[in-house]
């Protein structure tokens, strides 16, 4: 079992989190961070001596599972790759899968 880590924004300069076993039963952090880094040091402070992994979403999206120790010792650059991560999912529902009929691709090609 991995637990889950929710980050989300409370304001543009202000983070919270909640950590739970499954999606429906979280405990809510109570504290409001500055920066989402913190949230990850935080998190990973409470969640390292009793787990290796952790699932990570944020701001609803679900990014993957994540080293604890990782939350602790680079959470700047795991930030930085969840950013990524969320990045590619907007792109990735931004493109519209547009498959033009038999005679619009003659004439594309043609051009």
């Given amino acids: 079992m991995q637990p889950i880590l929710d ?25 409001f961070f500055e920066t989402a880094e913190r949230c990850l040091l935080d998190a990973g402070r409470g969640l390292y001596l009793y787990f290796d992994r952790v699932q990570i979403r944020f701001a609803g ?36 899968r547009w498959n033009p009929p038999q005679a619009a691709r003659e004439r594309l090609s043609r051009a």
Avoid: H, K, N, W
């Fill in 61 to 96: 999206f679900a990014l993957g599972s994540f080293p604890v120790a990782r939350m602790i010792d680079d959470p700047p650059g795991l930030l930085q790759e969840l950013m990524a991560r969320i990045l590619r999912i907007y792109r990735t529902r931004a493109v519209p």
């Fill in 7 to 31: 980050i989300r924004t409370v304001r543009s300069d202000l983070y919270t989190y909640s950590l739970g076993a499954a999606p429906e039963a979280e405990l809510q952090c109570g504290d």
